[in-house]
């Protein structure tokens, strides 16, 4: 039963929909509106079942408005998930259903581009729906494709945590080993290099993972390596749940940063990464550079200087809940949590 499911956190609401038409099966789930509507992206994937399918959106949707509360956003949290395997491509007939699968919220959710959508989608999408974000704008505009903007709030948070557990204050010499070559983790990776940071890169795509490191001066391995790199810092830039029993075990790092969404597969993965002696940054506080941005576009609250200078942000956040943690003897995770659930009002 959906309330019995280990993952429902008192949704405000989970929406199920289904269009034989245009081949759209998808969940749209809702977890907060206290601060406003809910926003958060929508990805389109292959899911081994349903039941997958309806953890990803209620996990990325509690984590939704963890990370808009935390960064002072006035919007609540929701996500949004099309299953994408046995039903036929993402058409614009697909995506327009979508559309006008939001739009019958009426508001509620509003949503922008994740993992395999783009800002071209939103295009077609917003001709069904008004509720929607990160579509194309022009030069010095907030909005469009929020991965530049979540790479930059990577980056600042991966040199919060550099600074707080190693003591120091550039990259010059740090050894980062990067889990994920997309639009995000592409470009933590370039901004790592340019800063002086020594890469060992991996990614699905061997292939992309040659070439970044062909490019960037980096190492590459195979993605199931990249977990056992003996580094500085290892961040995660690919899908979920990537810190559990035996990954943590096998980690060779000082420290766990990157823009992954749900990276502790379970609550008591905070506490095993913490008895590691590694600090870990929540994902949900280094990763929101990209809904700062989507947000501002949607609000109309700014253009591209202000949502750069909200995203900088990100990294004294970080280093007061890394103080905090320190302080309390607490979990990263956990201090950031009690922070965010305050916030809404949980």
Same mark, same amino acid.
């Given at each position: 039963m959906l309330f019995d499911a280990p993952d429902f956190d008192a949704h405000e609401g989970v929406h199920f929909f289904d269009d034989p038409a245009s081949g759209l099966k998808a969940i749209i789930a809702v977890h907060s509106t206290h601060r406003g509507p809910a926003a958060g992206g929508c990805r389109w994937w292959t899911y081994v079942d349903d039941e997958a399918a309806l953890t990803d959106a209620l996990r990325l949707s509690r984590g939704m408005s963890y990370k808009n509360a935390m960064a002072g956003l006035a919007v609540g949290g929701g996500k949004g998930v099309i299953l994408k395997a046995g039903y036929g491509p993402k058409s614009e007939a697909l995506l327009e259903a979508f559309g006008a699968a939001i739009d019958s919220l009426g508001g509620k959710y509003v949503t922008a581009e994740d993992v395999g959508m783009s800002d071209?989608?939103?295009?077609?999408?917003? +001709?069904? @729906?008004?509720?929607?974000?990160?579509?194309?704008?022009?030069?010095?505009?907030?909005?469009?494709?929020?991965?530049?903007? @979540?790479?930059?709030?990577?980056?600042?948070?991966? +040199?919060?945590?550099? +600074?707080?557990k190693l003591g120091k204050s550039d990259f010059a010499g740090v050894h980062v080993a990067i889990q994920g070559l997309g639009s995000v983790g592409g470009g933590v990776a370039e901004r790592l290099a340019a800063a002086g940071a020594r890469l060992t890169v991996a990614d699905i795509d061997e292939a992309r993972a040659a070439r970044m490191a062909a490019s960037l001066g980096a190492t590459h391995v195979a993605v199931e390596d990249i977990t056992r790199v003996s580094a500085d810092v290892f961040s995660p830039n690919a899908l979920g749940a990537v810190l559990d029993a035996d990954t943590i075990a096998n980690l060779d790092v000082a420290i766990v940063a990157g823009a992954a969404n749900n990276q502790l597969a379970t609550p008591a993965d905070g506490a095993r990464v913490k008895a590691r002696g590694i600090l870990y940054a929540p994902d949900y506080v280094i990763n929101a550079g990209g809904i700062i941005n989507v947000v501002a576009e949607y609000l109309g609250d700014g253009d591209a200087d202000a949502v750069a200078s909200r995203i900088a942000e990100i990294e004294p956040r970080l280093a007061a809940i890394f103080a905090e943690a320190d302080a309390s003897g607490r979990t990263t995770d956990a201090v950031a949590d009690a922070m965010a659930r305050k916030l809404i009002g949980r």
């Open positions: 071209a989608d939103m295009t077609v999408i917003s +001709r069904k @729906t008004k509720f929607v974000s990160g579509l194309p704008v022009s030069g010095g505009a907030a909005g469009g494709n929020p991965g530049p903007s @979540t790479a930059q709030g990577i980056f600042l948070g991966i +040199r919060a945590a550099v +600074r707080h």
